[in-house]
């Protein structure tokens, strides 16, 4: 990455304190020693009206090759874990953070079509 990135921390504290007190909370302290330190990279880029997920490092090139695991956190929260590290936070359907987070990422909070599937023939 050539620029610097936001911390999800100081984009939406509400969500890391969540995800790291859900992660020790569930005897997951070592990833949630990661929390404070996670960026925003890039969103899923879905486009789905219920999604605010992203990326918190670089997007794997094809499959999340090596140790992969997801860890499932209340109130529709999914870390994906690759090696020990997380890298990809999925947020589902959560109106109060959707905003903001799509916001780093340039994208407007409303639900937009992508030309695929907005495009008539």
Known sequence: MTEQTPLMVDVVPELAAEVE???RASG????????AGLRMTRSC???DEFCASFYTGPNPKESWEGDRRAVALPN???????????G????LYRDDLRPRILTVFGEDAAWRLTPQQGESS
């Open 76 to 86: 529709l929260l999914i870390l994906d874990v690759r090696n020990g590290e997380i």
């Open 45 to 47: 880029g879905c486009g």
């Open 21 to 23: 007190r859900e992660l």
């Open 28 to 35: 997951e302290a070592e990833l949630a020693e990661q929390v």
């Open 88 to 91: 990809f936070v999925e947020v």
